[in-house]
């Protein structure tokens, strides 16, 4: 059929920082029949299926040297490649897009094996090790941050930022908060990416009254593997496990305090908030790390090591930067700098270019 739309498989799965771009970009292609790749059980199967249809395969990653565990993941891995194939072929897609992860290795080595055309984004500042590996196999590598350009020994890398979902876009944004926070009190917001971080719940929370004493008000998103939930009661404390409204509490926020995945960062980039990060210290090559320092070079945060944040350090400078709104105005405004507010756009156009060309 001469009109039929264009079919692309979206290789997407496990934590938002992988999904919420797919997702970003999915939706800037409205002309585009799209379907998406998954993993049983994970994150992908609660947001996806009311939007695309999703096919899965059981893949994991080699976490250890070569043994008889590998042995069984390299099986799962030349079945996944093989059912890849044939949701590839029997669907007719005209090119694949991934956001790296363990799926992007059998997803990548499919489409490559029938000629489609392969677009991957990889939104780490130090690209991870499959991107490293398969980014050479894709027809683009688009990348989050300028530096991470150095590490992909590829012409083709363009850097386009990462996509952000709809509700952080100018035009659709919705300032309104359904907490109840009063006008003009600091409010700070502690949020872990979509896993949580327990080990900073318990920095916060050690460290939190001091920050009542001074007016400030706490929005902490603990995620839902916390043990200590529910521990600490105050009037200026909200807590919760998840918060969909990001965008308009990342700008009502005067401090952001925060792990440095890259979509975390992302979100902060673009809403123009200051940010106090605690990189997770067991990130694949610490990866995390290489993120935070994008925007603690520019004065956009303040990066801390967990193994050395302990809770007077952490109550301290809160209180140093709320008492300082001059230097959390300029620390948002480094922030905003760094951010593609487009970015979303910026990869559609590069999927549109690879794909139909």
């Known amino acids: 059929m001469a009109n039929a739309p264009i079919k692309l498989l979206i290789a997407a799965s496990g934590t938002g920082g992988h999904l919420f771009p797919a997702i970003a970009l999915a939706q800037k292609l409205p002309d585009y029949d799209i379907e998406w790749l998954g993993v049983p059980n994970r994150l ?46 029997q669907g007719n897609f005209q090119g694949l897009f991934t956001t790296g992860g363990y799926i992007a290795g059998p997803a990548v080595i499919a489409a490559r094996s029938l000629g489609l055309p392969v677009v991957f984004h990889e939104s780490n500042a130090l690209p991870g090790k499959v991107t490293r590996f398969f980014g050479p196999w894709c027809s683009a590598v688009a990348v989050g ?17 990462t996509p952000v979902r709809s509700q952080f876009l100018e035009e659709e944004i919705d300032n309104t908060l359904d907490l109840p926070i009063p006008d003009g009190v600091p409010l700070i917001v502690v949020f872990g990416g979509s896993q949580g971080a327990v080990a900073v719940n318990k920095l916060v929370r050690q460290s939190a ?30 807590e919760l496990p998840f918060y969909d ?11 952001a305090i925060s792990r440095s995945g890259a979509g975390s960062l992302t979100e902060l980039g673009v809403c123009g908030t200051p940010a106090i990060l605690i990189p ?21 945060a303040l990066t801390f090591k967990q193994s050395e944040l302990t809770p007077e350090i952490l109550q301290k400078r809160v209180l140093e930067l709320l008492q300082s709104p001059a230097e959390l105005a300029k620390m948002g405004e480094r922030a905003k700098a760094i951010a593609v507010p487009d970015s979303a756009d910026k990869l559609a156009a590069l999927v549109r270019e690879i794909v139909e060309q």
């Open 44 to 89: 992908e199967t609660q947001l996806v299926p009311d939007q695309y249809p999703l096919n899965t395969i059981a893949v994991e990653g080699f976490q250890q040297g070569f043994g008889f565990s590998s042995l069984r993941i390299l099986v799962k891995l030349l079945s996944s490649i093989l059912k890849v194939r044939r949701i590839l072929k």
């Open 145 to 161: 941050f300028d530096v991470a350009a150095k590490y992909l020994p590829r012409s083709q890398n363009v850097c386009v930022g």
């Open 209 to 238: 009254q001091a920050w009542f004493d001074a007016g400030a008000y706490v929005v902490h998103l603990t995620g839902d593997k916390d043990p200590e939930a529910a521990s600490l009661q105050h009037p200026q404390y909200i």
């Open 245 to 255: 409204n990001m965008a308009p509490l990342l700008r009502r926020a005067n401090l």
């Open 280 to 300: 997770y210290p067991f990130a694949a090559e610490d990866h995390q790390s290489y993120n935070a320092a994008v925007f603690t070079d520019v004065g956009a």
